[in-house]
C-alpha cells in the first residue's frame, strides 16, 4: 500500500529520510493542511481544493517561504486520494512538499451520532503560536488534547486569557441557540478553518443568521447545542464538557445539527436551502 509522497516521488516505504538540522523537525517550519477528499476526486466542491491550496500559498507568502511545484503537488495527493480519505499536504521551507495519506477515525460515525466529552483547559502552554496560520508547530494543541485525555475527555477547548473559549485543540467551535449559529469571531485569535470557512458562507447564503461573538460564559450558557468541526471529521457534537466550574452537558442529537449536516447532503454546496 501507498505510504507517502515526498519532494515529488512516490515511496512505499514506512520511514522518511530527512536531514537532523532540517528545520522542519528541530523549529516545526512548516505548513500544511488537511483535507477530506470526497469520492476520491480532488476537485469535488466539499473537498475545497482550491482552499485547500490557497491556505498554504497564503501561510508560505506570509512566511516569505518558496512555493512547491504545485503540480507535482497536485500529483501526490491525487494519487494517495486513490487510496485514502484524508490527505495531509505538508509544505517545508525550502518548498519540498510531503503528502501523507490517512483513514477516517473509525468510530467517526459513532461520535457523530452520539458526540464526544470534552474539556476546558486553561494555561500558557497550551496557548497556540500563530493561531490564524496552520504551520507545523502544534504543541500548545497537542499539549492541551493530552491534558483533556487525562481527564477522560476525548478533546480540549482552549481558552483566552479572559476565559472566552476560542476552538478546540482539532477544530473550530459552533453552537445552536436563540434561532442563531454560534462560532467564536477570528479576531479572538483563532484558526480559520476551511470547513468553518464553507459553513460560514453556505449558512447565510442560505438565509440563516449566523453571530461571531465571543464565547464568554453567557454566551456558552444560552447556547442549546455545541459541536466541533474541521475538514476530516465534518461535525462532531459535543455532549459532555467538563469546566473548572462543573460539567455542562448538550444533546448530541439536536435537530440543529440535522439541519447543519444538509451541506453534506446531495445537494451541492451552495444549494439555497432555508433552514428552519
Not at 244 to 266: C, D, L, N, V, Y
Request: net charge negative.
Amino acid at each position: 500500500m501507498t505510504k507517502f509522497w515526498y519532494n515529488g516521488k512516490l515511496s512505499d516505504s514506512s520511514t522518511l529520510e530527512i536531514a537532523p538540522d532540517d528545520p522542519g523537525l528541530i523549529y516545526g517550519a512548516t505548513a500544511f493542511t488537511t483535507m477530506r477528499v470526497y469520492g476520491g476526486d480532488l476537485d469535488h466542491p466539499l473537498t475545497y481544493w482550491s482552499g485547500h491550496c490557497q491556505r498554504l500559498k497564503t501561510t508560505l507568502a506570509a512566511f516569505q517561504w518558496p512555493e512547491p511545484d504545485w503540480d507535482l503537488v497536485r500529483q501526490g495527493a491525487q494519487i494517495l486520494s486513490h487510496t485514502w480519505p484524508v490527505i495531509r499536504i505538508t509544505i517545508f521551507p525550502d518548498g519540498r512538499e510531503l503528502i501523507l495519506g490517512r483513514n477516517l477515525p473509525p468510530d467517526l460515525a459513532t461520535k457523530q451520532s452520539q458526540g464526544i466529552r470534552s474539556a476546558v483547559v486553561s494555561g500558557p502552554e497550551f496557548e497556540r503560536w500563530l493561531p490564524h496560520r496552520k504551520s507545523g508547530n502544534y504543541l500548545g494543541s497537542y499539549l492541551a488534547l493530552q491534558a483533556s485525555q487525562r481527564l477522560g475527555a476525548t478533546e480540549a477547548i482552549l481558552i483566552d486569557q479572559d476565559g472566552n473559549w476560542l476552538e478546540t485543540s482539532t477544530g473550530n467551535l459552533w453552537g445552536w441557540g436563540d434561532g442563531s449559529w454560534w462560532t467564536p469571531p477570528l479576531e479572538e485569535g483563532i484558526l480559520p478553518g476551511l470547513m468553518r470557512e464553507q459553513m460560514m458562507g453556505w449558512l447565510l447564503a442560505s438565509g440563516e443568521r449566523v453571530e461571531e461573538e465571543p464565547w464568554s460564559e453567557p454566551v456558552v450558557a444560552r447556547l442549546e447545542a455545541i459541536g466541533h468541526s474541521n475538514s476530516a471529521i465534518e461535525l462532531v457534537p459535543l455532549r459532555e464538557i467538563l469546566t473548572p466550574t462543573g460539567t455542562i452537558s448538550r444533546p448530541p442529537q439536536h435537530p440543529a445539527w440535522e439541519k447543519w449536516r444538509r451541506f453534506f447532503s446531495p445537494h451541492p454546496p451552495n444549494s439555497q436551502i432555508k433552514l428552519t
